[in-house]
């Protein structure tokens, strides 16, 4: 199968959610250039995203996060990878669907759970009560990630190949965005 992507894919979702991990198997199996919005953050500032946030505040985080997702979004058509908090901002939703397809990496709160628990690399989760504040930010930000162009469910257990080979199938219902001969 030779696949020809018109639109950047942007993963979105909670952090846990395998964004990263599958968008980069998703570039592998199109063939096309997998890019992350935290990593050229972390690599414009030359500091660690928690680092930003302890130093600058999650305001200004956000916005430098903008500015980057938009140079990422005029780049050649790939697959963009895009931190927790990216989708919530309005701007930020209407530029992805006006530029690209933002998918949903939907998944539940255990398994985000135990992909997230060990690492001290989440600056939201840095409270007494990292389980429950996970549970509140998967609450109030479900609503934004519902208004995500395509939806797909993680699932525990299911290697990453096969959640891009399942992003790819739902990428398929969009002519406009996947062209598959």
Do not use: C
Not at 24 to 39: H, I, K, Q, W
Not at 74 to 101: K, Q
Request: hydrophobic share 45%; net charge neutral.
């Amino acid at each position: 199968m030779a696949y020809r992507l018109k639109k950047t894919v942007v993963m979105v979702g909670m952090m846990g959610a395998g964004k990263t991990a599958v968008g980069t198997a998703l570039a592998r199996l199109l063939n096309v250039p997998f890019r992350d919005s935290d990593a050229a953050i972390e690599q414009a500032a030359n500091m660690s995203i928690a680092e930003i946030f302890a130093r600058d505040g999650e305001a200004f985080f956000r916005r430098k996060e903008s500015q980057v997702i938009e140079r990422l979004l005029s780049a050649p058509p790939g697959v963009l990878s895009t931190g927790g908090g990216a989708f919530l901002a309005a701007d930020n939703r209407n530029m992805i669907s006006e530029r690209g397809v933002a998918v949903w990496l939907k998944a539940d709160l255990d398994l985000l759970w135990t992909r997230v628990r060990h690492k001290q690399t989440r600056p939201l989760l840095q409270t007494r009560d990292p389980l429950g504040t996970l549970r509140r930010l998967l609450e109030t930000r479900t609503p934004a990630y519902a208004e995500a162009d395509l939806t797909v469910e993680a699932e525990h257990g299911l290697p990453v190949d096969d959640m891009a080979a399942r992003v790819a199938e739902a990428l398929a219902t969009r002519p406009d965005v996947l062209e598959i001969s």
